[in-house]
């Protein structure tokens, strides 16, 4: 079934902000040329801008054609632990390239974080991300045995992992996010085309179970000229954090230019 006028409206402009082709600063549509473009009433296409103004996309003032003021998308939970839908809202291509998915014994981080004994088996996999096919983010997992083994039967190139446990019934309620920087590793240097040392935002997650049982731990790094991270909070509200794509400045500046 569709969805409804208003809502593919705000997709497909969501799409253009994300992708650049409405970059911030830049008039959005007109209301009339939005009407011809869809062959719709201004009732939708009015909907479907009130939308992007809730979600600070776009802004300006009355009587002022409203233009872009953030390229940061709104991100519910399901989807900040799934990086191809993640990509998907955006408008974009997800991709994947898994080096390698094995059963090891769990090594001492893993063990702190699962709340796991020394030895313990564990499956580890280490992913290449990628966005339009350009190399975006290093994923290194390790799921708890239980978990982890269903993933022998699935082919983790097909797409998401997330949607495939949680299809076969993994509870995935919670997750506990740590953010900061990192210098590139060799392996990273490889997969992401970039120089060893090269600085890469660090998502460090803990997800387990409502009842708290850990599932996984994951250690994802990305390259800061894709990918930024934002919280969003007030006194009202509890924050909230968001993934978005990187502003052109920081791609300059993460690969040593000036602004």
Request: aromatic content about 6%.
């Amino acid at each position: 079934m569709d969805a409804p006028l208003h809502e593919r409206v705000a997709s497909d402009l969501r799409r253009r902000i994300s992708s650049g082709e409405l970059p911030v600063g830049a008039a959005i549509p007109s209301e009339s040329h939005l009407c011809e473009q869809w062959g719709i009433s201004r009732g939708p296409i009015r909907q479907a801008l009130a939308t992007l103004r809730a979600e600070g996309l776009i802004g300006g003032g009355r009587g002022k054609p409203p233009v872009v003021r953030s390229q940061s998308m709104p991100q519910p939970f399901e989807t900040f632990l799934s990086f191809s839908r993640w990509v998907q809202l955006m408008g974009r291509t997800p991709g994947q390239r898994t080096l390698e998915i094995a059963r090891r014994p769990a090594g001492q981080e893993a063990c702190d974080a699962l709340g796991l004994e020394e030895g313990e088996p564990v499956v580890e996999m280490l992913r290449l991300r990628l966005m339009d096919d350009l190399p975006a983010m290093v994923e290194r997992t390790t799921f708890v045995w239980p978990i982890g083994r269903l993933l022998f039967d699935f082919d983790c190139d097909s797409g998401s992992v997330f949607a495939y446990l949680s299809g076969r019934g993994v509870d995935l309620s919670r997750a506990r996010h740590v953010i900061d920087a990192v210098g590139a590793d060799d392996t990273d240097a490889a997969l992401l085309g970039i120089p060893r040392g090269a600085p890469l935002l660090r998502e460090r997650r803990q997800t387990s179970s409502a009842a708290g049982e850990p599932v996984e731990f994951s250690d994802d790094r990305y390259r800061p000229d894709l990918v930024s991270f934002t919280i969003d909070n007030s006194q009202q509200a509890h924050p909230a954090l968001l993934r978005s794509p990187s502003h052109p400045l920081a791609a300059r500046a993460a690969q040593g230019e000036t602004p």
